[in-house]
């Protein structure tokens, strides 16, 4: 039993290492130590048992650690086994290009949300893919479109909002607000809550038995998917996008 038990703080403390690098920022022993709450001995061996496992390589000039190119092989394999991918992929790459806008699909896990793909159209284009990265459920379109999915206790835990614009909503009944009106419109939006100049529209994706567990959006330059005169249209097409993912993941409307 002590043995399993040491295994288990072994694990529990190299799964720390790997996500001090979650900010993709590289790093040095010692950081990773402070962020990961270990020791620099501990986390000196980690790494080195992580790098023979190609989980963490390390700069030969910098010395400087970052997370290793074998992460790249799991997590491809995780992303094709993953549902509503498999069934929303060329949906929303289909859209991007249709539209010229961007178009995410983020799942949700427990309290967050995190990007499935995303597509770029020409009028929205990036220089970094947002595949893997956690999506603030407040400050975004994609993640308050789910939070009709959460029980009050669950938006509670959300507390307290960080604040990312001077837009961004960090006051706790502006929250219930936006998942009341979430869930009466059927969509989310969002103009420069989460970056200045950005905008979006987003919808919840549904699995078979009627759960929010992702959702899709559409996205681009404020200037560019012009909210102001063409919100009716987009919720209308991200709706109905949604809507075509959740009946792909087995759901086909309320029990009657």
């Given at each position: 039993?002590?043995?399993?038990?040491?295994?288990?703080?072994?694990?529990?403390?190299?799964?720390?290492?790997?996500?001090?690098?979650?900010?993709?920022?590289?790093?040095?022993?010692?950081?990773?130590?402070?962020?990961?709450?270990?020791?620099?001995?501990?986390?000196?061996?980690?790494?080195?048992?992580?790098?023979?496992?190609?989980?963490?390589?390390?700069?030969?000039?910098?010395?400087?650690y970052f997370l290793g190119s074998e992460l790249l092989t799991l997590a491809g394999v995780a992303i094709n086994?993953?549902?509503?991918?498999?069934?929303?992929?060329?949906?929303?790459?289909?859209?991007?290009?249709?539209?010229?806008?961007?178009?995410?699909?983020?799942?949700?896990?427990?309290?967050?949300?995190?990007?499935?793909?995303?597509?770029?159209?020409?009028?929205?284009?990036?220089?970094?893919?947002?595949?893997?990265?956690?999506?603030?459920?407040?400050?975004?379109?994609?993640?308050?479109?789910?939070?009709?999915?959460?029980?009050?206790?669950?938006?509670?835990?959300?507390?307290?909002?960080?604040?990312?614009?001077?837009?961004?909503?960090?006051?706790?009944?502006?929250?219930?607000?936006?998942?009341?009106?979430?869930?009466?419109?059927?969509?989310?939006?969002?103009?420069?809550?989460?970056?200045?100049?950005?905008?979006?529209?987003?919808?919840?994706?549904?699995?078979?038995?009627?759960?929010?567990?992702?959702?899709?959006?559409?996205?681009?330059?404020?200037?560019?998917?012009?909210?102001?005169?063409?919100?009716?249209?987009?919720?209308?097409?991200?709706?109905?996008?949604?809507?075509?993912?959740?009946?792909?993941?087995?759901?086909?409307?309320?029990?009657?």
């Amino acid at each position: 039993m002590a043995s399993d038990k040491s295994t288990n703080q072994s694990v529990e403390k190299a799964v720390a290492v790997l996500e001090s690098f979650a900010d993709g920022q590289p790093r040095r022993v010692g950081d990773v130590a402070q962020a990961a709450g270990i020791t620099q001995s501990t986390a000196s061996r980690l790494l080195a048992t992580l790098e023979t496992a190609g989980l963490v390589e390390r700069d030969p000039i910098t010395t400087l650690y970052f997370l290793g190119s074998e992460l790249l092989t799991l997590a491809g394999v995780a992303i094709n086994q993953n549902p509503v991918h498999r069934v929303g992929r060329q949906i929303a790459q289909n859209l991007a290009s249709e539209l010229g806008l961007g178009v995410n699909i983020a799942m949700l896990r427990g309290t967050e949300l995190v990007y499935l793909c995303h597509f770029e159209g020409r009028n929205s284009p990036k220089s970094h893919t947002l595949m893997g990265q956690r999506v603030p459920i407040h400050a975004t379109s994609i993640g308050k479109s789910t939070l009709p999915g959460f029980s009050a206790a669950a938006r509670r835990a959300l507390l307290p909002l960080t604040a990312f614009t001077e837009a961004t909503i960090t006051d706790p009944l502006a929250l219930e607000r936006e998942a009341a009106l979430a869930a009466r419109r059927g969509y989310a939006t969002e103009v420069e809550e989460f970056v200045l100049g950005r905008a979006s529209v987003a919808a919840p994706i549904l699995d078979q038995l009627g759960r929010i567990v992702a959702a899709i959006s559409i996205s681009g330059p404020r200037t560019t998917i012009d909210l102001e005169t063409r919100e009716a249209e987009l919720a209308r097409i991200v709706i109905e996008t949604a809507d075509r993912i959740s009946s792909g993941l087995g759901y086909h409307g309320p029990a009657s």
